[in-house]
C-alpha cells in the first residue's frame, strides 16, 4: 500500500513563509511527476507547482518568484518552500504523484490535504 501524506501547513500572517511536506511510503521504486494542488471550499482544485516528466518545475503564475518545488529523493519526499505568503493562498494544499513500487505497478496518488491560512 502506497500512500502520501502532507504535513507544514498552518496559520501564518501575510508575508509569512511556510514549507510543506509530502512523505511517500510503502514499497516504492520511484516517484514520477509530483506537484502541488491546492483547493478552496466551493472552488476546483488548481495546480500550483510540478515536477514535469523531464524533471524541470512548473509554477502558476500566481506563485511564480514565491514558492519552490523541491525533492528528496532519497527521503521519497517533496516540498513546496512559500515565501511572502497571502491572503490568497488560503487553501488545503495536495500534493500528487505517480507512483511506481518496487513490484513494478503504477500508482497514482492524492495525500490527505494540508490546511494553509493565511491571515492577520
Known amino acids: 500500500q502506497v500512500q502520501l501524506v502532507e504535513s507544514g501547513g498552518g496559520l501564518v500572517q501575510p508575508g509569512g513563509s511556510l514549507r510543506l511536506s509530502c512523505a511517500a511510503s510503502?514499497?516504492?521504486?520511484?516517484?514520477?511527476?509530483p506537484g502541488w494542488y491546492r483547493q478552496v471550499p466551493g472552488r476546483e482544485r488548481e495546480w500550483v507547482a510540478v515536477?514535469?516528466?523531464?524533471?524541470?518545475?512548473n509554477y502558476t503564475d500566481s506563485v511564480k518568484g514565491r514558492f519552490t518545488i523541491s525533492r528528496d529523493s532519497a527521503r521519497n519526499t517533496v516540498y513546496l518552500q512559500m515565501h511572502n505568503l497571502k491572503p490568497e493562498d488560503t487553501a488545503v494544499y495536495y500534493c500528487?504523484?505517480?507512483?511506481?513500487?518496487?513490484?513494478?505497478?503504477?500508482?497514482?496518488?492524492w495525500g490527505q490535504g494540508t490546511e494553509v491560512t493565511v491571515s492577520s
Open positions: 500528487n504523484a505517480r507512483i511506481v513500487t518496487r513490484q513494478g505497478v503504477w500508482y497514482s496518488r
Open positions: 510503502g514499497s516504492i521504486s520511484s516517484i514520477n511527476a
Open positions: 515536477f514535469t516528466s523531464d524533471s524541470s518545475t
